[in-house]
């Protein structure tokens, strides 16, 4: 494109052959549309063409405005993780792709990849458990913090850093290839594939940065490696296959110097392309984040985080200066006040979407100098068997598996009770599951009754002869976790009938089927002065009242039971008779009657006015519900608007761009023209010149 120009035809001058050729040569580069020789035009009062390929200036009598060459538009990566694996088809293809024999990991794998953690906050766990793998190295810390990115001075970055062995520049190579890991079947070790440090940092956002410092062993020098996993750059320069570009750097006589194995070109080249792509504008800003390592240790910048479906990032910075938050549907604000009322429940209601209270229960045991520190203050350490009461503890040991030759290893410590909080009735129960010392499952929700069943139980077991699965938020289904997940519901089950009205239920009846909904408990008569004959003359019928799971009383039953035969006196130190014995029981039995249907009235009475209470409130949450949905209506309508609104605006600037660019090339054709004509008049003042030359060196000839 091009701004218009004014041309003044009388303007003429001398202009030499050196400079005509250079204005030939960019005329027919211009309409070539080739811009590589960064071809332009400088307005002045004598117009001054620069060529920078060949670094030379030529001074042209021209008066027009500059032609500005517009480079093609390249493709931009979403910043919606779900949706930054979907390519434009009108995007150019790949670069560099060859038809060899090579299978190349293309960068949309790294996405792909990632996709297994559908739970930002476990892909952060992933990189909390690479520090506290360290522990063996010396690492003392974990520091999760975020900043703002420096290269646009507004969108944030998280940091995750720990002061740890740190890597030398060939296991540094080893961290950022794909599916290797030399923690494969170590002990007291959950990595094993790795695939952790890739998937995670992919998932929570689309570029990361590493700096890894390390002492040196084995008598070799100290070492710092700096490696860049840009999903942007991969996918914005189109490349077909994943690059990873790292520099390396010695201390060799108390100097940092480069570590260069093919060439200085290639070196260069890495560097560049890792200041081009990151958060830091120069090498040296890049060389600044060792000092926050001292020695040793690892730092992780991930930066271009995700966002959600409304533009905002996916992770919640604001909400609490100490903590990382989630945004959607792993909020529940309900919850949240729930937590402030129940302490005891509060890891339950806040783990889903705070990570602080996550990485709190994230360890069975954490070790005594190792420090979880999120955005400057440390995370407390919480053990779930804090929030239990009325602990029981069981034992489980499976039958031999042919999937786990060492029997020794399955067996698996249980311990569960009730949540201090569960005579509230909150619906909280589940099992905390760990492996090798880290929360696979967290309350685990093995027990899905119908009713009340089952509520306020929590338990806490560690399974280390189950497999955990890629993304560590679960375990591979097998025949073993099918067995421990049948356990589990009967030990529940069998706890909750026999404590269950310790808490405030209605005592629970044990029976086969622990699936019925109905329970029942009984109340015998009280202060019944009937003299009974002998052992075995039977009691009277009992007074029982059925409960529901939920606590709400059905109608009262009296149950008679026809007697075989009269009640037969007693003749003892009482000195009663027959008759007599028969006038007091009949008395006391209409009198207990009587008694009976005075309490089943007044229980009517109640039910009638908890009914109507029920009724009620069903009528309220029914208002509210349908208040709710107004006000849900009224704010979608809005969003439409607006969305309308903004539809109609985006037309309206692509209309104004469409005629911008019409009035651009029709300004451009104009000083196409401007300088054709210039250029005929040039090419004449020459031709004149040469003849003017000729007829002079003919008169001297003469």
């Known amino acids: 494109m091009a701004e218009s120009g004014s041309t003044n035809p009388k303007s003429q001058s001398v202009v030499p052959d050196s400079a005509l050729g250079g204005l030939k040569r960019d005329l027919r580069n211009y309409e070539d549309g080739d811009d590589t ?10 117009t001054t063409i620069e060529n920078t390929s060949q670094g030379c200036k030529k001074i042209v009598p021209l008066d027009v405005k500059p032609l500005a060459i517009v480079e093609p538009d390249t493709p931009k990566l979403s910043r919606q993780f ?75 970055i998280l940091i995750v850093e720990d002061n740890g062995g740190g890597m030398n520049p060939s296991t540094f190579r080893e961290c950022l290839s794909l599916g290797y890991s030399r923690k494969r079947n170590l002990a007291n070790r959950v990595g094993q594939y790795g695939n952790g440090f890739k998937t995670s940092t992919m998932r929570l956002g689309a570029d990361a940065i590493v700096f890894s410092r390390c002492r040196g062993i084995n008598g070799n020098n100290p070492t710092q490696s700096i490696g860049m996993l840009s999903y942007t750059f991969l996918y ?81 910075f604001d909400t609490d200066p100490h903590d990382i938050q989630l945004r959607g549907v792993n909020r529940d604000e309900k919850n949240i006040e729930m937590a402030k009322t129940y302490p005891n429940s509060r890891h339950f209601l806040t783990y889903r979407h705070s990570l602080r209270s996550y990485a709190s ?32 503890e069981k034992t489980y040991k499976p039958t031999r598996s042919p999937e786990w030759p060492d029997q020794d290893e399955m067996v698996a410590s249980l311990k569960l009770g009730f949540v201090k909080d569960a005579h509230h009735h909150i619906d909280i129960q589940g099992f905390n599951v760990y492996h090798k010392n880290r929360l696979i499952k ?51 089950k069998n706890y909750w009938s026999s404590r269950c009205h310790e808490i405030g239920y209605a005592p629970r009846r044990k029976q086969k089927n622990y699936e019925s909904s109905v329970t029942e408990t009984s109340r015998p008569f009280n202060n019944i002065n009937v003299v009974r004959a002998s052992s075995s003359t039977p009691a009277p019928a009992p007074f ?41 029981c009949s008395v006391n039995l209409e009198a207990e009657l009587q008694r009976v249907k005075q309490e089943s009235a007044k229980l009517v009475s109640e039910l009638k006015r908890e009914k109507a209470l029920l009724e009620l409130q069903e009528s309220k949450a029914k208002i509210q519900n349908l208040e709710k949905a107004q006000r849900e209506k009224e704010l979608l309508e809005l969003q439409l608007k607006e969305s309308k609104a903004r539809i109609q605006n985006l037309e309206n600037r692509q209309e104004g761009v469409s005629t911008i660019f019409q009035q651009e090339r029709a300004r451009r054709d104009v000083t196409e ?30």
């Not at 100097?255 to 830091?280: A, G, M």
């Not at 356990?487 to 529940?492: E, F, K, N, V």
């Not at 037969?568 to 009482?574: A, T």
């Not at 004509?677 to 060196?697: N, T, Y």
């Open 37 to 46: 020789n960064n071809f332009s035009i400088k307005k002045s009062r004598t």
């Open 544 to 584: 029982r009242t059925y409960v529901e799971p939920s606590g709400r009383y059905q109608s009262p039953q009296v149950e008679t039971r026809e007697r075989s035969s009269d009640i037969k006196p007693q003749i003892g130190n009482h000195g009663l008779g027959t008759s007599s014995f028969k006038e007091t």
């Open 236 to 316: 914005e320069t189109r490349k077909c296959e994943a690059i990873v570009p790292t520099i390396d750097f010695e201390l060799v006589d108390n100097k940092w110097k480069e570590i260069v194995y093919n060439s200085t070109e290639e070196w260069v080249d890495n560097l560049e392309t890792i200041v081009r792509w990151s958060p830091y504008l120069s090498q040296q800003d890049l060389l600044d984040q060792f000092n926050h390592l001292e020695e040793q240790g690892t730092r992780i910048v991930i930066y271009n985080l995700w966002e959600d479906d409304e533009g905002k990032l996916e992770l919640d």
């Open 361 to 392: 229960i994230l360890y069975l045991k954490r070790p005594d100098n190792f420090r979880i520190i999120l955005r400057g203050k440390d995370v407390e350490y919480h053990s779930i068997l804090d929030d239990m009461m009325m602990t029981d």
């Open 442 to 492: 967290p309350f685990w929700r093995v027990w899905n009754a119908a009713g009340s069943d089952g509520r306020g139980v929590i338990g806490i077991l560690e399974a280390n002869f189950i497999q955990p699965a890629h993304n560590k938020q679960g375990f591979e289904r097998t025949v073993v976790l099918s067995k421990l997940e049948n356990r589990l519901i009967q030990h529940q």
């Open 82 to 156: 779900w949706k930054a694996g979907d390519d434009d088809e009108a995007a150019p293809v790949p670069l560099y792709c060859s038809n060899d024999a090579a299978v190349r990991v293309h960068p949309q794998f790294l996405h792909a990849n990632a996709t297994s953690h559908k739970w930002a906050l476990g892909a952060l766990a992933e990189l909390l458990d690479n520090s506290l793998d360290e522990v063996s190295n010396g690492a003392t810390y974990v520091h999760v913090d975020s900043t703002t990115n420096k290269r646009d001075g507004k969108s944030s």
């Open 673 to 702: 023209d401007a300088l054709r004509r210039k250029l005929r008049d040039a090419s004449d003042v020459i031709d004149g010149l040469r003849k003017q030359v000729e007829s002079f060196k003919g008169k001297r000839m003469l």
